[in-house]
């Protein structure tokens, strides 16, 4: 009973309610509304430019605050909430130190328990072996696998992925995509952008498709991959490009 006072309330739904983003003169995101489920994998797609990092921000609450357009669970962006999610960027940040510091920083209380968990976590993401090397060191790729694994560590309910696997070799790739699933299932709600048509069918339940900053539609994956309600995600799928 006690236990579960303290557990934290679930995050989602997410409902996003007419967000916009209004950068200079410029509609970053234009009145974007949509609901997002319980546990779900849900891909954002759109052409480059389309506000896909952008929406994943402000969901993170690093921009776009202010205008309170963004609800988990019914409730507005605060600390306890933002504690329960993770973005892992589309560029890694790391920090001048090595592998096993990186991952360190993210914990509070370097406890032997910790450090058992940034073991088993450098494993599955496979940089067990670089634990010691300076992470500014690690190649594009390896960096990618140790912001994911950074991000693992808080073990936050939601998760903000963008273009996880942009950088990656083809067993890194399944070595992630395999995570991605795994954490799925274990409860999380995940959100990635992705730029990959095949990893958007093998992962997402769910499509969000932006172009020019407007969402043009939320559609079941199967469902997209069949046939897209809008011409310009059909456009974008055939490789063509959108005016
Ligand atoms: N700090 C900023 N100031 C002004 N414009 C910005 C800023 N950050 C992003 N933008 C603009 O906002 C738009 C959306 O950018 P965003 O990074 O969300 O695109 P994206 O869909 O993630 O594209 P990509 O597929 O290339 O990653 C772009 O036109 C970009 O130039
Ligand atoms: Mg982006």
């Known amino acids: 009973m006690f236990d579960k006072q303290k557990k934290s309330k679930s995050l989602t739904p997410i409902v996003v309610s007419n967000l916009s983003i209004l950068l200079g003169e410029i509609k970053i995101l234009d009145k974007i509304n949509c ?12 052409p480059n ?4 990092s952008m929406f994943l921000k402000s969901i993170n609450g690093l921009i776009g605050v202010e205008s309170r357009k963004i609800y988990f669970n019914s409730r507005e962006i605060n600390d306890h909430i933002r504690k329960d999610m993770a973005l892992v960027f589309q560029k890694p940040t790391l ?11 993210v914990l509070e209380k370097k ?13 599955r993401v496979g940089l067990d072996i670089y634990k010691y090397k300076p992470a ?9 696998r140790l912001s994911l694994a950074r991000a693992l560590l808080i073990n936050p309910s939601l998760l903000l992925l963008d273009e996880p696997t942009a950088n990656l070799d083809p067993y890194s790739l399944n070595l992630i995509e ?39 539609e939320q559609t079941k994956a199967i469902n997209f991959f ?17 005016l």
């Open 95 to 105: 920090l001048r130190r090595t592998v096993l510091e990186n991952m360190q920083f």
């Open 178 to 216: 395999e995570i991605i699933l795994d954490e799925n299932k274990k409860g999380k709600t995940i959100i990635l952008t992705t730029h990959d048509m095949g990893q958007a069918k093998r992962l997402a339940k769910e499509i969000l498709f932006f172009n020019k900053g407007k969402l043009l």
């Open 49 to 52: 430019g389309a506000g896909k």
């Open 35 to 46: 609901k997002i489920h319980n546990e779900s994998i849900i891909a954002i797609l759109g």
């Open 136 to 144: 500014r060191l690690l190649s594009g790729g390896e960096q990618q």
């Open 226 to 242: 069949k046939k897209p309600k809008t011409k310009e995600a059909q456009s974008y799928i055939n490789g063509k490009i959108l």
């Open 111 to 123: 406890n032997k328990i910790s450090n058992l968990q940034i073991t088993n976590l450098l494993q």
